[in-house]
């Protein structure tokens, strides 16, 4: 993964946990965090990682 920030969305994908996923996703946009790159570098990352 190349952006850091995006290592808390990983893990709470990956553990099930909606709520707080969600709130991450909320506090990345707050910090400018493109939507693109939430989908790509967390939300994707975190689906090849439970296909394994």
């Given at each position: 993964m190349s952006d850091p920030?995006?290592?808390l969305l990983v893990e709470y994908l990956v553990d099930g946990d909606r709520k707080r996923?969600?709130?991450e996703v909320i506090n990345l946009?707050?910090?400018h965090v493109e939507r693109?790159?939430?989908v790509t570098e967390g939300?994707?990352?975190a689906m090849k990682?439970?296909?394994t």
């Open positions: 920030s995006l290592n996923s969600l709130n946009l707050d910090s693109e790159k939430i939300v994707e990352v990682r439970l296909e």
